[in-house]
């Protein structure tokens, strides 16, 4: 090992004890009678000092030794730890960060004058000794704890319990006074433990991405080989590249595995970071991390890190107020942000959530109106979601004032963009007074993730999964209406939703042809940009994981494509970027100015929306029950259906479910036809009622729609249905399933109207 | 005593191109290339050398020749290029020499303006000439080249 490496393995390990100890400040501030915290904060302090004497770095080793000065007071609890000497501890981190960061880059020590902090710190050590009346020194206790503290800052330096780094103990010199007292006597027990940590090895990053390289190229050196074992019926051939083939896949899934971390790396700098932001704006706040546990692919977790800074931050500056106002408020003083992690549907969920202020919805309006990013009178009209967007806009800040925090309107934009790049997307919601919650949805690693092929002209491209929402054949020659046009956007209907659409071999100018009039369109429905719409593609290929590669430098203009991928037989297929396609093609400027389907931005919105689920019946194709009726959709098949009596009845799960055939009840359905044995599947609506479950028979379920609260009431009064509310233009009837229950009730019965009813509605 | 360089030599249209031999990695015959929608003319796609991505550049575009024949070219040479990977798509590879500064002049002042850049100069050799390509010009070139165009 030469010097560089030692430089190296130095430069490392300093790191790693600086971050142990920003973690160990902050929570040296909330418990100051740890003796054990203080008793690790000192001995890596130490550590330093004494590495950085080995290398001479006599700036690092000034500073870290008036820092362990102070920290030794501390320790023998002649001082105790104030926010005053909390902050000066951290700056001597901060300081010694910078220096070590010097000497990364340059391999020789930074010059600069940290006299005035050395000064300060012993000032503080020395000063106030006389104050402070000198308590009986317990050595005992931060010795027992000797193990832990450095096995957590270099796990892999050395496998033996954990001595000071070799280097140190070379250089420990006679000044020292406080280092002749450390006795290092491991606790045996200690020992063991340590044993059994001593797993893990340092691996540069380099390597481990040659490694995974090296791994894909294996899988398709592999793909490649497989065809051969039908072409020739050798026995041994054959089952040599078995196990070839079980090998190869066996290394993916564990190199795969290497590359995943648990995001707690990140994590480990917010204590400090929301500390030091808190104290700045003068607020209090606590910071919950909830599974820091969950894991991310190396790659991403560095690109989620400085969005998450900036929206920490945010938070913090933005939200939570001021403590005078929050009791004002009525809320706790301290307020909260709360880091949650958590897998969801192969990807990462992170949620940071506060219970501050919220937006200020009415600044956002204002500032909107006021950059003339839209006409006053739309501006009033715009909900809480809307507004929201606007957010998301480059250069725009409601903070008045720039601070050193926030407000310089680089912001979510950027975070938005960060996000993007990485294949996840970034949902805002806010609440005034209540607090805001930002849900970030991360894939799990960028080396591979699953992807729909798709056809254009010759080539096959990839479209990344987490945009696609679903595939539609669209029939021309039968559809009723087809494609239509819209301000100069093909759009077509989607469950009676306009949905724009994009032709890819135009958008990728591969050709210029139109559909036939009577062609059969398959289009995949897309996620991007806050608009949905629709690709239409020359054929649908199949699903597959694929490994992302980047374009290179000669490719990087081209936007509509994110990178490209390897296929199984050598070649090469281009993966679109949805985002650059839908922004390119104009249309996502084009629909924003103009939405298209008005009641659908609004999805989530005002209070006053109802949610409902819209079915049709033979004869009445738009009818809607309330949401809140619905537990589960069901699709049975009429061969479950038996008769119990006068009833039909199907088992379901444990339990019996009676059928309604709802279109007996309701004025205006066609009352003839009950399901025959010709159907293959019966849409079941599942309704509890009174625990029991009850399946309402429709002949289609269309689609949840928010519609206002207020309904029409059917005038004269229909049989089966409560009333009518519009959607889009659209009559939708609402059935009145309390009354349609008792009908049921009645007619099987056939006994008096029931004097009480005992169902439950709600 | 003059030092001599080696050059990995090629055909191109009926020229004969050299270019520094240090500069190429290797020679390979019929990698498939993918075609890139929308990119440069330049680039004529891209293509996989053992699991990385190398962009083909189509050297007639980039030398602005005018092609004759209807034949493709099937040899890649892959070289670096101000730190990346690319592949010159060439007619034919031929001979590496070695070859003494003494033979070696400025470009004539009658090339076209485009190659004229790219052309380092020429080594007079007994038989022909032979243009030396500037390796680093070929990556940056392209970019430039595809903003003329989207001038134009």
Same mark, same amino acid.
């Given at each position: 090992m030469n010097d560089d490496d030692i430089l190296v393995e130095f430069i490392v390990e300093a790191r790693e004890i600086l971050d142990q100890l920003d973690l160990d400040f902050v929570q040296l501030e909330i418990t100051p009678d740890d003796q054990k915290l203080v008793g690790n904060i000192f001995r890596a302090m130490h550590t330093l000092k004494g590495s950085s004497g080995f290398f001479a770095f006599k700036r690092l080793e000034k500073v870290s030794h008036a820092g362990e000065s102070l920290l030794g007071k501390i320790r023998d609890g002649q001082l105790t730890l104030d926010t005053q000497k909390a902050t000066i501890l951290l700056s001597t981190l901060d300081c010694l960060r910078a220096i070590i960061e010097g000497i990364e880059s340059t391999h020789t020590e930074p010059a600069g004058d940290d006299s005035g902090l050395v000064e300060n710190l012993l000032a503080l050590a020395a000063g106030k000794e006389t104050n402070v009346p000198i308590q009986p020194t317990t050595p005992a206790e931060p010795q027992a704890e000797a193990i832990s503290a450095p096995e957590n800052t270099a796990p892999a330096v050395s496998p033996e319990p954990p001595t000071p780094p070799a280097n140190a103990s070379v250089v420990i010199s006679a000044d020292d006074s406080e280092s002749t007292d450390q006795v290092w006597a491991p606790d045996p027990a200690d020992i063991i433990k340590a044993q059994e940590t001593a797993a893990p090895v340092k691996v540069s990053l380099e390597l481990l991405d040659k490694l995974m390289n090296l791994v894909s190229e294996m899988v398709l050196a592999r793909n490649r080989l497989l065809p051969f074992t039908t072409q020739f019926s050798d026995h041994d051939f054959s089952s040599a590249v078995r196990v070839v083939d079980l090998l190869t896949l066996e290394l993916q899934e564990r190199m795969m595995k290497t590359r995943m971390q648990p995001i707690a790396q990140v994590w480990t700098k917010f204590p400090r970071l929301m500390r030091d932001v808190s104290n700045q704006c003068g607020k209090q706040v606590s910071l919950i991390q909830e599974g820091s546990e969950t894991e991310l692919d190396r790659t991403l977790l560095d690109a989620i890190r400085d969005p998450l800074v900036h929206i920490i931050r945010n938070s913090i500056d933005h939200g939570i107020e001021l403590p005078e106002e929050r009791i004002s408020r009525g809320k706790p003083v301290l307020g909260k942000v709360l880091l949650r992690a958590s897998h969801e549907n192969g990807m990462v969920v992170i949620e940071i959530a506060d219970d501050g202020a919220g937006v200020d919805f009415d600044l956002v309006r204002q500032r909107a109106i006021e950059k003339n990013l839209i006409p006053l009178q739309q501006a009033q009209e715009l909900t809480d979601m809307q507004l929201l967007e606007f957010i998301f806009l480059p250069g725009f800040s409601t903070k008045s004032q720039v601070t050193n925090l926030s407000g310089r309107g680089v912001g979510m934009d950027v975070v938005k963009t960060n996000i993007s790049n990485i294949g996840g997307s970034i949902d805002i919601n806010s609440k005034r007074g209540v607090g805001t919650n930002i849900r970030l949805k991360i894939p799990l690693t960028l080396a591979i993730m699953p992807a729909l092929f798709v056809r254009c002209g010759s080539e096959p491209y990839a479209i990344?999964?987490?945009?696609?929402?679903e595939m539609v054949r669209l029939d021309l020659s039968e559809a009723t209406t087809g494609l239509e046009d819209f301000y100069g956007t093909p759009v077509f209907r989607l469950r009676n939703q306009l949905v724009p659409i994009l032709f890819l071999n135009h958008q990728l100018e591969v050709s210029q042809d139109l559909p036939a009039a009577d062609a059969i369109l398959n289009i995949a429905i897309l996620q991007s940009s806050g608009i949905r719409f629709g690709l239409v593609v020359d054929e649908v290929l199949k699903m597959q994981e694929v490994v992302v590669k980047p374009l290179g430098p000669?490719?990087?203009? !081209?936007?509509?494509?994110a990178g490209a991928t390897i296929l199984g037989n050598g070649r090469v297929a281009l993966i679109l970027d949805i985002d650059g396609i839908a922004i390119q093609s104009g249309m996502v400027a084009k629909i924003q100015s103009r939405p298209l389907n008005a009641e659908s931005i609004q999805e989530k919105s005002s209070e006053e929306d109802v949610a409902m689920l819209s079915f049709e019946l033979e004869g009445q194709s738009r009818l809607a029950i309330?949401?809140?009726? !619905?537990?589960r959709l069901e699709m049975i098949s009429p061969k479950q259906v038996q008769r119990n009596g006068n009833r039909d009845v199907i088992q379901y799960g444990k339990e019996i479910m009676h059928l309604l055939y709802l279109n007996q009840y309701i004025?205006?359905?066609?009352?003839?036809?009950t399901p025959s044995i010709e159907d293959e599947v019966i849409p079941v609506i599942v309704h509890y009622t009174n625990g029991i479950p009850v399946g309402l028979v429709v002949s289609q379920v269309h689609d949840i729609i928010h519609v206002s609260k207020n309904l029409h009431e059917a005038n004269p009064p229909q049989k089966g249905l409560l009333g009518c509310v519009s959607l889009n233009d659209q009559v939708i009837n609402v059935i009145d399933l309390q009354e349609i229950l008792i009908m049921r009730n009645l007619q099987e019965n056939s006994k008096e109207y029931p004097a009480v009813i005992d169902m439950d509605f709600s | 005593m003059s030092i001599s360089t080696d050059f990995v030599t090629f055909y191109l249209g009926g020229h004969y191109f050299g270019i520094n031999a240090s500069d190429v990695l290797e020679l390979n015959r019929n990698l498939e290339v993918t075609p890139v929608p @929308?990119?440069? @003319?330049?680039?004529r796609g891209i293509m996989n050398l053992r699991g990385q991505l190398v962009p083909a550049i189509d050297m007639y575009e980039r030398l602005n020749l005018e092609r004759h024949s209807g034949m493709t070219e099937s040899i890649s040479i892959i070289l670096r290029s101000d730190g990346f990977l690319v592949a010159l798509l060439v007619d034919d590879a031929a001979e590496i020499l070695s070859l003494d500064q003494e033979t070696f002049e400025p470009p004539?002042?009658?090339?076209?303006l485009v190659s004229r850049e790219l052309v380092l100069g020429v080594h007079k050799l007994s038989d022909r000439l032979l243009l030396i390509l500037d390796p680093k010009l070929i990556n940056q070139r392209t970019e430039k080249a595809k903003n003329q165009l989207l001038l134009a």
């Amino acid at each position: 090992m030469n010097d560089d490496d030692i430089l190296v393995e130095f430069i490392v390990e300093a790191r790693e004890i600086l971050d142990q100890l920003d973690l160990d400040f902050v929570q040296l501030e909330i418990t100051p009678d740890d003796q054990k915290l203080v008793g690790n904060i000192f001995r890596a302090m130490h550590t330093l000092k004494g590495s950085s004497g080995f290398f001479a770095f006599k700036r690092l080793e000034k500073v870290s030794h008036a820092g362990e000065s102070l920290l030794g007071k501390i320790r023998d609890g002649q001082l105790t730890l104030d926010t005053q000497k909390a902050t000066i501890l951290l700056s001597t981190l901060d300081c010694l960060r910078a220096i070590i960061e010097g000497i990364e880059s340059t391999h020789t020590e930074p010059a600069g004058d940290d006299s005035g902090l050395v000064e300060n710190l012993l000032a503080l050590a020395a000063g106030k000794e006389t104050n402070v009346p000198i308590q009986p020194t317990t050595p005992a206790e931060p010795q027992a704890e000797a193990i832990s503290a450095p096995e957590n800052t270099a796990p892999a330096v050395s496998p033996e319990p954990p001595t000071p780094p070799a280097n140190a103990s070379v250089v420990i010199s006679a000044d020292d006074s406080e280092s002749t007292d450390q006795v290092w006597a491991p606790d045996p027990a200690d020992i063991i433990k340590a044993q059994e940590t001593a797993a893990p090895v340092k691996v540069s990053l380099e390597l481990l991405d040659k490694l995974m390289n090296l791994v894909s190229e294996m899988v398709l050196a592999r793909n490649r080989l497989l065809p051969f074992t039908t072409q020739f019926s050798d026995h041994d051939f054959s089952s040599a590249v078995r196990v070839v083939d079980l090998l190869t896949l066996e290394l993916q899934e564990r190199m795969m595995k290497t590359r995943m971390q648990p995001i707690a790396q990140v994590w480990t700098k917010f204590p400090r970071l929301m500390r030091d932001v808190s104290n700045q704006c003068g607020k209090q706040v606590s910071l919950i991390q909830e599974g820091s546990e969950t894991e991310l692919d190396r790659t991403l977790l560095d690109a989620i890190r400085d969005p998450l800074v900036h929206i920490i931050r945010n938070s913090i500056d933005h939200g939570i107020e001021l403590p005078e106002e929050r009791i004002s408020r009525g809320k706790p003083v301290l307020g909260k942000v709360l880091l949650r992690a958590s897998h969801e549907n192969g990807m990462v969920v992170i949620e940071i959530a506060d219970d501050g202020a919220g937006v200020d919805f009415d600044l956002v309006r204002q500032r909107a109106i006021e950059k003339n990013l839209i006409p006053l009178q739309q501006a009033q009209e715009l909900t809480d979601m809307q507004l929201l967007e606007f957010i998301f806009l480059p250069g725009f800040s409601t903070k008045s004032q720039v601070t050193n925090l926030s407000g310089r309107g680089v912001g979510m934009d950027v975070v938005k963009t960060n996000i993007s790049n990485i294949g996840g997307s970034i949902d805002i919601n806010s609440k005034r007074g209540v607090g805001t919650n930002i849900r970030l949805k991360i894939p799990l690693t960028l080396a591979i993730m699953p992807a729909l092929f798709v056809r254009c002209g010759s080539e096959p491209y990839a479209i990344p999964q987490n945009s696609v929402l679903e595939m539609v054949r669209l029939d021309l020659s039968e559809a009723t209406t087809g494609l239509e046009d819209f301000y100069g956007t093909p759009v077509f209907r989607l469950r009676n939703q306009l949905v724009p659409i994009l032709f890819l071999n135009h958008q990728l100018e591969v050709s210029q042809d139109l559909p036939a009039a009577d062609a059969i369109l398959n289009i995949a429905i897309l996620q991007s940009s806050g608009i949905r719409f629709g690709l239409v593609v020359d054929e649908v290929l199949k699903m597959q994981e694929v490994v992302v590669k980047p374009l290179g430098p000669l490719l990087k203009d !081209v936007k509509d494509f994110a990178g490209a991928t390897i296929l199984g037989n050598g070649r090469v297929a281009l993966i679109l970027d949805i985002d650059g396609i839908a922004i390119q093609s104009g249309m996502v400027a084009k629909i924003q100015s103009r939405p298209l389907n008005a009641e659908s931005i609004q999805e989530k919105s005002s209070e006053e929306d109802v949610a409902m689920l819209s079915f049709e019946l033979e004869g009445q194709s738009r009818l809607a029950i309330y949401l809140e009726n !619905v537990q589960r959709l069901e699709m049975i098949s009429p061969k479950q259906v038996q008769r119990n009596g006068n009833r039909d009845v199907i088992q379901y799960g444990k339990e019996i479910m009676h059928l309604l055939y709802l279109n007996q009840y309701i004025e205006g359905a066609n009352h003839r036809k009950t399901p025959s044995i010709e159907d293959e599947v019966i849409p079941v609506i599942v309704h509890y009622t009174n625990g029991i479950p009850v399946g309402l028979v429709v002949s289609q379920v269309h689609d949840i729609i928010h519609v206002s609260k207020n309904l029409h009431e059917a005038n004269p009064p229909q049989k089966g249905l409560l009333g009518c509310v519009s959607l889009n233009d659209q009559v939708i009837n609402v059935i009145d399933l309390q009354e349609i229950l008792i009908m049921r009730n009645l007619q099987e019965n056939s006994k008096e109207y029931p004097a009480v009813i005992d169902m439950d509605f709600s | 005593m003059s030092i001599s360089t080696d050059f990995v030599t090629f055909y191109l249209g009926g020229h004969y191109f050299g270019i520094n031999a240090s500069d190429v990695l290797e020679l390979n015959r019929n990698l498939e290339v993918t075609p890139v929608p @929308k990119s440069a @003319k330049t680039v004529r796609g891209i293509m996989n050398l053992r699991g990385q991505l190398v962009p083909a550049i189509d050297m007639y575009e980039r030398l602005n020749l005018e092609r004759h024949s209807g034949m493709t070219e099937s040899i890649s040479i892959i070289l670096r290029s101000d730190g990346f990977l690319v592949a010159l798509l060439v007619d034919d590879a031929a001979e590496i020499l070695s070859l003494d500064q003494e033979t070696f002049e400025p470009p004539p002042s009658n090339f076209s303006l485009v190659s004229r850049e790219l052309v380092l100069g020429v080594h007079k050799l007994s038989d022909r000439l032979l243009l030396i390509l500037d390796p680093k010009l070929i990556n940056q070139r392209t970019e430039k080249a595809k903003n003329q165009l989207l001038l134009a």
